[in-house]
Structures are given as C-alpha cells and as structure tokens.
C-alpha cells in the first residue's frame, strides 16, 4: 500500500507543477489546483503514517479528513466551467465539515500517541461519522457534476470529459463499500476486510484521478500546436488554440502577440464576413459586451464558434484586437447614455453608466474615454451641453462607423 500511496503523492506534485508551470491558464484551474492540493496532503499524511508509524490503528482504523473535501472541490470546478461568473467562496462552507473533521483528527491523533486507552470511544465515533459523510459526499456532489456536465457547452468538451472521469471514480468508492458490506453480511470474507480493500481501492483512486489530470493538461499542450483545418466551417468544440490577446487588467495597456505575417487565413472570406455578421448580431441583440468578465473563450462559447476562427476574423478581416472591438461597442453604449441624458436635461452618475456599459475598472474607462474622444467623460458630457450636442453627435456618428466597419 505504501507504494500506492507514494505514487499517487508524486503523481499529485506532477500534475500540480503542469498547471502552475503554464501560463495560459483557464478561469476553473485554480479548483483543479486545490483538488491536486488536497490529493497530495492526504496520501502525503497516509505515507507519513505507514513510513513512520507502526500504530495499525493510525495505519487502517483512521479516516482521513481530507476525503470530505473532494465532493464540494468536483462540484465548484463543474461550476466553474459552466459559468465562468461563478465565485466558489460563496459556497465556503461546504468545507466546514472538512475543517472540523481535521480539528478532531489532529485532536484524536495527539490522544493515540500519548494515552491511547482515551482516545478508543473518540475514534470509532470519528470513523462513523466521517465514514458516511465522505460516502455521500462521494455519492451526492459526482451524481450532480453528472447532471450539470449535460449544461456544459460543447466548446468545453474536454472538461466536461475531465469532469465525467473524476465524478465516476469518485462513485466507485461507495460503490465497492455497499458491496463490500452484502459480502461481509454473508459472511463470505472475514470482519474488517472489506475496509482495507476499499483503502486500497481509495488510494489507487487517487492514482488514477492524478493520471487523468496530467492527461488533461498534456492534452490541452498538445492542442496549442497549430493543426490542420478542414474546409467549411465546423463547430469543433475542443479546439485550444493559444490566445492572442492577454485580457486588461486595471488599465487599457492590452499586450498582443503577433501572429506571423505569412500564416495563412484557415476561412474563406465569405466564412469570416459570416463570422463578423454574427459578431456584430451578437453585440447589437444580446450586448454581450456588457459583461464586464467577457472573454474571447466565453465570446466564442456564445457564439459556439472555435476560439481561433474569431480571433482571426477580429485581426484578419475587422482589423481589430479583441478588447478593441469590445471597448467600441461599450464605448457607444456610453455615448448612447450620456447623450440620452442630456436630452432629458440629467446629470449622469458617469461611472455607473460605465459600469452598466460593460467597463470594469475607473481608470481604464477614463483612459479609453480620453483616448477616443479626446476629453474626459465630465469634461465630454460639459462640452456636449454647452455645444447643443453637436460635438457629441460627430463623435457618437464616428464611433458608430468604426463598430459597424467590416
């Protein structure tokens, strides 16, 4: 068992060091990390404890604590890559078991150490407790990563395929328990073993799920390599291709990678005009860009259109970088505002509008409202009143035109 559980810690630290060595990271990675993190505590703890300790109730007779935070960890990455909006701190306290389960572990191990003979009643009402809520931790939180895997769209094929591996190891557990118990009810294998075939089962799950992980990431490496199109236009679904634009942070400085001169375009013209009308269709129907979190990964999972084909209709045929293109449409959303605020004789809150357009952040707002109209927005929206909105007209009209472009 012990080289199970060194396999399985090493394997951890692996896929760990995969997805922190990359920097080109998705929004629900960061719950996979926490995942690997909690795999590699809990059999690092478990070799510690075979390595070291002799004590056979540490070894086969102690639940690890750790088990019940698989559950919620599976169930805050699937709603992650569901929605890209989605804030796993404001579930926090599907972990308090965890966390008290981990204060009476440490509690019960300090005991066994020093006076073994207390801490017997504490133990087995830890292990009952803690048997059945990982059970249905490992029963409840897969069932419903399962269900929701049929919301995911098909762009995140390949998570919802990670999902769909690690939920179904994680119902092997209780599974291999409740038979476990029948055989043992029949009295077909002697008392107690069934329990230390279901740890080794449990480790080697372990094992597994790091394997899985890694060939997650090795795969997603993989497809950053350019790959050969098909002609037409199909909605490949797990296409990732590196992103061309690093999104803006708390100022409009937006790095671009520049694509080499003599790539050739993989679509048709009439294919990226189709693209850029839906593009446009997108932005006028549904304002997409008021979504202060857009992405061109959640952009193309609107659109149900590989990531890659929009980003060369935004560079190839619009002539735009991807927050540029955005930033128009927010930037007439807020000319558009302004100028009905002025018609009603209001003076605006400038920043909520800004806000509501889709815009995250004061200072990049004020520093791309500057830079296309060449004032700030108090001073804009003083000299649109005092000019009978001549001035903001022309410079609405301007901005109309760049957006509508082809």
Known sequence: MEYIIALGAFQALI????????????????????????????????????????????????????????????????????????????????????????AIYFTITIKIIHQPASAIRLLAFYNTITQYLILSSCIIFPVICLMLCSRIPAFWESEKRLIRKIAICYLIVPAVWMAGNIIQFFSWLQPGQPNINIRVIAYSNMVVIGFIIIRYRMAGHEMDQPVA???????????????????????????????????????????????????????????????????????????????????????????KSFYQFINEYRMQEVLHLLDYCRRQDVTPNILSIAYEAGFNSKSAFNQYFKKTTGFTPTEYFKQSRDAS???????????????QTH
Not at 391 to 396: E, R, S, V, W, Y
């Open 389 to 403: 909105s001549s001035g903001m007209a022309n410079t609405l009209s301007a901005l109309q035109q760049r957006v």
């Open 15 to 102: 896929a760990l060091s995969l997805f922190i060595g990359n920097r080109q990271r998705k929004p629900a990675d960061n719950l996979l990390h926490w995942l690997l993190i909690c795999i590699f505590s809990h059999l690092a703890i478990k070799f510690v404890i075979f390595a070291i300790s002799g004590n056979l109730v540490l070894q086969h007779a102690f639940n690890t604590f750790i088990g019940l935070a698989y559950g919620p960890l599976l169930w805050m990455y699937t709603n992650k890559v569901l929605n890209d909006r989605y804030r796993p701190l404001q579930h926090w306290y599907l972990l308090l078991p965890m966390v008290a389960a981990a």
């Open 229 to 319: 199109e098909e002609p037409g236009l199909p909605a490949l679904p797990d296409l990732h291709e590196p992103a061309v634009l690093i999104q803006e942070q708390e100022n409009l400085s937006i790095t671009i990678t520049e694509e080499p001169a003599h790539r050739k375009s993989v679509l048709a013209e009439s294919q990226q005009a189709a693209i850029a009308n839906r593009l446009s269709q997108l932005m006028q129907e549904r304002k997409a860009y008021t979504d202060a979190e857009l992405t061109l990964e959640k952009l193309a999972t609107l659109m149900k259109t590989p990531r890659h084909h929009i980003s060369e209709v935004l560079n190839q045929y619009l002539h």
